[in-house]
């Protein structure tokens, strides 16, 4: 895969053939995705849709000492309003220096979008230069710009003669793709076209050689563990916890990175995902650019994909028998830990929604608790999925829901499927607890659940759910959702056309 030398990257309908709709079981799901045969699934009607630049702005707002410049009109970022707090608190505690969210707009109005954008634009960027020093100005470009045909890269490349600060444009504009994850693409491309570039390194004496090799041996045993936005910093102590009991380094990004450790991440011996559907194309050019090699398998959740994930890179490193004996340890404490709880779970049916790896990594955790998984939606499908989702045999007759967003498809399954839970973004969320339903997040910025911790504190968070679902009762017995009942009467997936695909 090489699309570095283009100025944009190319969307996910292209690139990986994904798609956005899809109603039916997950083991025709797999066969469909297999035989490439999901791309041309369409919606007849559609709730919502959601814009990549948003979803850019998750990993980029996180970027140490950077200024971050949404090209457009003033609304576009506007949702950056609700990470600023969570943000601030994230930087500082990385650095406690940090400064929070640093975040100017170009205003784009009808003037504008008539007589063009780009002195608004260059005039953001000397603005930003001279007020915050940052070490990164990252531009993100949205529809309006695009549109009217803004030159953004020349723009970039004239400004970037007067500035100190590495400028890197992001093409993110909403409009051009269906498929939100695109956006990881695209903040992932301005990033090694930017921030990646190849530096030799200056040997003036002996000890600069000495220093030289010392860093090339901890490098040998680093490894970058791509983190995403959802998750929180007690997620990376937990994977920092067992990397280190296996005698690995980490350098942890992109978020909340600073812009130099992009650099430092070329000197890496293994490129480490937690998450196929944020990394593949990062890691993919990273091999090709740097040869570093990498691992995108599966994601530390739940214990038979955190046992993978441990294998995987222990069998890179060739320390297999530590790596088991690692495991086997931490899977008999977390046994004893759950026993108290197991009785509380047995029989308890779940409807999950989220990304499509995290949703399935999290079946195979609730199962495993003792729960009944009744159904599964994901904001897009897929071939990252195939081999999580395709061996998982309590699931391969459960209705899978491929939507991004459409609460109104997520209403009707809960409303039939009558889970005791429903597991899913804060967003989504509200949706079921009106229904009445309990609901476990799948994500919050202050708990754990990534690794062997994470699965125990999963169970305690539920177990607490559980006993006392009289907060979602009392809602759903005084709430009401937006639908007429004949919606419920109707096939939840009735608006999701297949056409030849
Ligand atoms: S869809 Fe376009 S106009 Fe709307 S917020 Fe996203 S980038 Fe801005």
């Known amino acids: 895969m090489d699309y570095i030398s283009e100025k944009t990257p190319p969307v996910r309908e292209e690139r990986l053939r994904a798609c956005n709709a899809y109603g039916g079981s997950s083991d025709k799901l797999v066969e469909k995705s297999k035989k490439g045969c999901l791309n041309g699934i369409k919606r007849k009607f559609s709730q919502t849709q959601g814009c990549q ?154 000890e600069d050689e000495l220093e030289l090799l010392k860093e090339k041996y901890r490098a040998s045993r680093t490894v970058n563990v791509l983190n995403v936005s959802s998750m929180s910093r007690i997620d990376e102590y937990e994977l920092v916890r067992i990397l280190k009991a296996l005698d690995l380094n980490l350098n942890i990004l992109p978020c909340y990175a600073h812009p130099d450790d992009f650099y430092q991440a070329t000197q890496a011996a293994l490129n480490v995902s937690i998450c196929a559907t944020h990394d593949d194309y990062f890691v993919e050019h990273l091999k090709e650019k740097h040869n570093i090699p990498f691992i995108l398998r599966t994601i530390p959740i739940g214990v038979k994909y955190t046992n993978r994930w441990v294998m995987d890179i222990a069998r890179f490193f060739g320390i297999e028998e530590e790596a088991q004996r690692f495991i086997d340890q931490e899977v008999k404490l977390l046994e004893e830990a759950l026993e108290p709880y197991r009785e509380i779970f047995k029989g308890k049916k779940v409807l999950i929604g989220g990304g499509e790896i995290r949703v399935v990594a999290n079946a195979e955790l609730l199962t495993y608790l003792g729960l009944e998984v009744v159904g599964l939606r994901a904001y897009h499908y897929d071939q990252f999925g195939d081999e999580m989702l395709g061996e998982q045999e309590v699931v391969q007759q459960v209705p899978f829901n491929v939507a991004t967003g459409q609460p109104f498809e997520q209403a009707n399954l809960n409303a039939n499927l009558k889970p005791d839970l429903y597991m899913g973004h804060v967003g989504t969320n509200v949706w079921a607890a009106k229904q009445g339903i309990p609901v476990l997040p799948l994500f919050q910025p202050s708990q754990l659940f990534l690794g062997y911790t994470g699965i125990f504190e999963v169970a305690r968070r539920l177990a607490r759910i559980l006993r006392n679902p009289s907060f979602n009762r009392n809602l759903g017995a005084n709430v009401k959702l937006p639908y007429f009942e004949s919606w419920y009467e109707k096939d939840a997936f009735s608006y999701i056309d297949e056409g030849n695909a």
């Open 53 to 206: 630049l948003n979803l850019s702005l998750a990993i980029i707002n996180t970027i140490r000492d950077a200024v971050v410049i949404v090209h457009g009109p003033i609304g576009c970022g506007g949702g950056s309003l609700s990470q600023a707090g969570v943000n601030k608190g994230f930087k500082q505690l990385r650095d406690s220096g940090s400064k929070g969210l640093l975040w100017v707009n170009t205003n784009l109005g009808e003037n504008e979008v008539i007589n063009g954008g780009e002195a608004n634009l260059r005039e953001a960027i000397l603005y930003a230069e001279k007020e915050f020093r940052p070490s990164a100005i990252v531009i993100v470009n949205s529809c309006v710009p695009a549109i009217i045909g803004d030159d953004v890269d020349s723009v970039v490349e004239q400004a970037q003669q007067e500035v100190s600060a590495r400028i890197v444009p992001v093409h993110c504009e909403g409009f051009k793709t269906k498929i939100q994850a695109s956006a990881y693409d695209a903040v992932y491309h301005g990033i090694l076209r930017n921030l990646m570039d190849n530096r030799e390194r200056e040997v003036r004496s002996e």
